[in-house]
């Protein structure tokens, strides 16, 4: 099963954004393939700041960066809302060194008719 997770949250509700990324690793983890989509205050994660400092609430969390980092490594996507990147003033700088894409909302629309399920946390 092929699986999209929509995120908007961002460092202000850290236990919603660790849920999304832990599913993300579960599902990976279990054999399916899952792609992230990161918008609103959600693409504020991937700033190295952030990456350190984010975490939820609960025996599975665990510091933002190891998730990111075992997602890419096992095949996952995450890709961060253009838009919400230039609302928020984040640049080609804040995502050197990482391998994520930017992406239009064209893209948002393209992940999610070629996924089975779509889960959303926003």
Same mark, same amino acid.
């Given at each position: 099963?092929?699986?999209?997770?929509h995120l908007?949250h961002?460092p202000?509700?850290?236990?919603? %954004?660790?849920?999304?990324?832990?599913i993300a690793?579960?599902?990976?983890?279990? #054999?399916?393939?899952?792609?992230?989509?990161?918008?609103?205050s959600?693409?504020?994660?991937?700033? !190295?700041?952030?990456?350190?400092?984010?975490?939820? @609430?609960? @025996?599975?969390?665990? !510091?933002?960066?190891?998730?990111?980092n075992?997602?890419?490594e =096992?095949?996952? =996507?995450i890709?961060?809302?253009?838009?919400?990147?230039?609302?928020?003033?984040?640049?080609?700088?804040?995502? !050197?060194?990482?391998?994520? !894409?930017? #992406?239009?909302p064209? @893209?948002?629309?393209?992940?999610? %008719?070629?996924?089975?399920?779509?889960?959303t946390?926003g």
């Amino acid at each position: 099963m092929h699986l999209l997770i929509h995120l908007t949250h961002g460092p202000e509700a850290p236990t919603q %954004a660790d849920r999304a990324f832990l599913i993300a690793k579960t599902a990976l983890q279990d #054999g399916h393939q899952a792609s992230m989509f990161l918008a609103g205050s959600a693409v504020q994660l991937l700033k !190295e700041d952030n990456l350190d400092t984010v975490f939820g @609430v609960g @025996v599975t969390a665990t !510091e933002l960066r190891n998730s990111v980092n075992e997602i890419l490594e =096992r095949g996952g =996507r995450i890709v961060l809302s253009q838009v919400s990147c230039g609302a928020r003033g984040i640049t080609a700088k804040d995502l !050197e060194g990482k391998k994520v !894409e930017l #992406g239009s909302p064209s @893209v948002l629309v393209e992940m999610t %008719a070629a996924c089975d399920k779509v889960i959303t946390y926003g």
